[in-house]
């Protein structure tokens, strides 16, 4: 059984920092396929943010692209959401996200079958 745990929200001011982690368990080299980054801002519909795909390439949405990184820790079973010069519009739920088979948007929020609980990020003016 997947299981994917966040941590490392919190409260920042605009242009400040922070680092997601996301524990995955049960979401095993041999029925991976992305481990993604979404996140739910107040009033609006979930959206993809950032997916790290099993051959290590990464996909960005265009609003974070150049301020995001997205990383792996295979060793540690962790992905990582590096955000930087962060503005207010990214205040929101992240949630960590697992999918199995591939299609080709990978930002998808239908093609992910495994949710974690969500971690609050909030970015003042």
């Known amino acids: 059984q997947v299981r994917l745990v966040e941590s490392g929200g919190g409260s920042v001011q605009g242009g400040g920092s922070l680092q997601l982690s996301c524990l995955a368990s049960?979401?095993?080299?041999?029925?991976?396929?992305?481990i993604a980054w979404f996140r739910r801002a107040p009033g609006k519909e979930r959206e993809g943010v950032a997916g790290?795909?099993?051959?290590?390439?990464?996909t960005y949405a265009d609003s974070v692209k150049g301020r995001f990184t997205i990383s792996g820790d295979n060793a540690n079973n962790t992905l990582y959401l590096q955000m930087n010069v962060l503005e207010p519009e990214d205040t929101g739920i992240y949630y960590c996200?697992?999918?199995?088979?591939?299609?080709?948007?990978?930002?998808?929020?239908?093609?992910?079958?495994?949710w974690g609980q969500g971690t609050q990020v909030t970015v003042s003016a």
């Open positions: 790290f795909h099993r051959d290590g390439s990464a």
């Open positions: 049960g979401y095993t080299t041999n029925n991976r396929c992305t």
């Open positions: 996200a697992a999918r199995h088979a591939c299609s080709e948007d990978s930002l998808s929020v239908g093609s992910y079958a495994h």
